[in-house]
Nanobody, 123 residues
């Protein structure tokens, strides 16, 4: 059974940096597309970034140039390096996974989800 475990969330000041990690387990990491989404109360889950096995990545416009998603295929782990954080980045961040090679940006296209990790950016 696929399991995703996020870590690295916390409280950070605006302008600061934070790195999230997501450990994948339960099946082969080959040809698994990984994604990061975020959600605030009362809003839909929002795409942040995604990466495929070949490390082709895609980003939401709101985080381009500030966030970098990477993956270590040997460790079955993906990372989200977040820099120049803004208060608007405050959310619960979710790791997502699904089989395939095409990078996707819709939450409906991911079948596996982690439990989420809170990121709070203070002014």
């Amino acid at each position: 059974q696929v399991r995703l475990v996020e870590s690295g969330g916390g409280l950070v000041q605006a302008g600061g940096s934070l790195r999230l990690s997501c450990k994948f387990s339960g099946r082969s990491f080959n040809n698994i597309v990984m994604g990061w989404f975020r959600q605030t109360p009362g809003k839909e889950r929002e795409f942040v970034a995604a990466i495929n096995w070949s490390r082709y990545s895609a980003y939401a416009d709101s985080v381009k140039g500030r966030f970098t998603m990477s993956r270590d295929n040997a460790k079955n782990t993906v990372y989200l390096q977040m820099s120049s954080l803004k208060r608007d980045d405050t959310a619960v961040y979710y790791c997502a996974a699904d089989a395939g090679v095409i990078v996707r940006t819709s939450a409906q296209q991911f079948g596996y989800w982690g439990q989420g990790t809170q990121v709070t950016v203070s002014s």
